[in-house]
């Protein structure tokens, strides 16, 4: 593949949304806006006065419909070097180095077609809900499941937003797990396995033709385990493991 | 250079400076990263198969490779998502000592590593040769099913995802031919210190 290369460019941080107690949203204005497929990433570049940069990759949750902007979702690690600068000093006006769109592997468009299976653990629904906004700006039936697991419904970032698009969204099937709270809102209390997995693809009117599955490596190796009990084959399935 | 407004960053100690290539963090755990599900690859039904295009030279299977004489090597790695761990050791059968063991001399300049879940990478045989293993012990463990056990490729002065993970073979080609994430928009040749990430860089 012939690909021109992905330069480094100015971005001016537009909005900052507190999403759950852990994850913010960052949408960024691009200098130079560019075109992206759901389930890509950006590179972060961020540079101190003695020249050391430091660089990170976020998962991007706008919808590739959304032209000049870009929404980042961004868990803060508390031991980390880049998401504490993110969380508590980066502030809306301020400039900083992005390049993208990076990764040709976890995506999907249109084009594509379904059914679609998507599994996300906390943070790692990011890419999927940019799947998911693709499907509604485009205005296409492709049927499509996601299922959230996160630890606490204060936790789940995004889940008012899935929720009200599966009731708007004929196709579109949403599905959440809480691994340490009870909840009327949640339809599974426990860590993915394989008979959650079994359970959600009920709605599908076949087997997914797409898989994507995107969180810790626990709740990957988990998952796609699950998955492929499903009966999925393995050639179907795409991982992206948070953390790395 | 862009200053970021109020970043000051993190300091690496600076006896390790002129390890860390230019946008890596030092990491001290050991994160997995792959593109699809884990493969379960039992060692009984592990082989390993030496291919000049499409022609097999040689296969070993699991006994057989671990018969071949083994190389211990303790080298820094640095994956492209940033993070580099330093002083990781392993255990594993060079490349020269395979290709000595199938009476095989390199007949391009080229190879693709190649893995049970249809995984693929492009390596020059140059960065290969006196350099990397397919490794079967890490830390002086067998290695882990997440870090490409039974056996995984370490180039280890390449960006890791050129350390292909559940390794099955290593075929010479004619031309560099691209793998899996050079298909994708990752560089050909990966050289960290050169920050070689993407197509272009």
């Not at chain 1, 868990?75 to 880049?82: F, I, Q």
């Not at chain 1, 937003?161 to 009731?167: D, K, N, P, S, Y």
């Not at chain 1, 385990?225 to 399935?237: E, F, H, Q, V, W």
């Not at chain 2, 671990?66 to 790695?77: E, F, G, H, S």
Request: charged content about 20%; proline content about 8%.
């Amino acid at each position: 593949m012939n690909q021109l290369p992905v330069r480094w460019q100015s971005a001016r941080v537009a909005r900052i949304t507190q999403l759950t107690p852990r994850i913010k949203s960052v949408v960024v204005t691009p200098s130079r806006p560019f075109r992206f497929t759901a389930g890509q990433h950006v590179d972060i570049r961020l540079t101190a006065p003695d020249g050391y940069q430091a660089l990170r990759s976020y998962s991007i949750a706008s919808s590739p419909e959304t032209a000049g902007t870009i929404e980042l979702a961004v868990e803060r690690l508390d031991d980390g070097e880049v998401s504490p600068f993110l969380h508590d000093i980066l502030a809306v006006g301020d400039e900083i180095e992005l390049r993208g769109p990076l990764g040709g592997h976890f995506v999907w468009s249109r084009a594509d077609g379904g059914p679609l299976l998507l599994l996300g653990g906390g943070s790692g629904v990011v890419p999927l809900v940019s799947m998911v906004r693709c499907l509604r700006d485009a205005g296409i039936s492709v049927p499509m499941v996601l299922l959230l697991s996160a630890r606490r419904l204060a936790e789940a970032a995004f889940h008012d937003e899935l929720t009200g698009l599966a009731r708007k969204i004929d196709q579109f099937w949403f599905f959440l797990s809480l691994t340490r709270e009870a909840s009327s809102q949640a339809d599974f209390a426990r860590r993915i396995d394989a008979p959650m997995v079994s359970e959600v693809l009920r709605p599908l009117p076949s087997l997914p033709a797409h898989v994507f599955i995107c969180g810790s490596n626990s709740f990957v190796n988990a998952a796609s385990d699950g998955a492929l009990s499903a009966g999925i084959p393995a050639a179907t399935i795409k991982t992206e493991r948070y953390g790395g | 250079m862009a200053i970021t407004r109020g970043f000051g960053g993190r300091k690496q100690p600076p006896e390790l400076a002129d390890r860390i290539p230019p946008g890596q963090h030092l990491e001290n755990g050991f994160p997995v990263l792959s593109a699809g599900p884990t493969p379960h690859v039992e060692p009984a039904k592990w082989t390993f198969t030496l291919k000049v295009g499409p022609r097999p030279v040689k296969t070993w299977n699991w006994a057989e490779f671990n018969a071949l004489p083994v190389t211990k090597m303790t080298r820094d790695i640095h994956c492209v998502t940033t993070w580099s761990k330093l002083d990781t050791a392993w255990e594993g059968v060079l490349i020269d000592d395979i290709l000595a063991d199938a009476d095989l001399v390199p007949p391009t300049a080229f190879v693709l590593a190649h893995s049970f879940d249809d995984y693929s990478t492009n390596v020059p045989f140059a960065d290969l040769s006196g350099k990397a293993m397919v490794a079967v012990r890490y830390e002086g463990r067998p290695l882990e099913r997440d870090h490409g056990g039974p056996a995984r490729l370490l180039v280890p002065h390449l960006y890791f995802w050129k350390s292909a993970k559940w390794i099955n073979g290593l075929q010479f080609t004619e031309r560099d031919e691209p793998g899996f994430w050079e298909t994708h928009g990752y560089h050909m040749y990966g050289d960290p210190w050169r920050e070689q990430r993407f197509a272009g860089d």
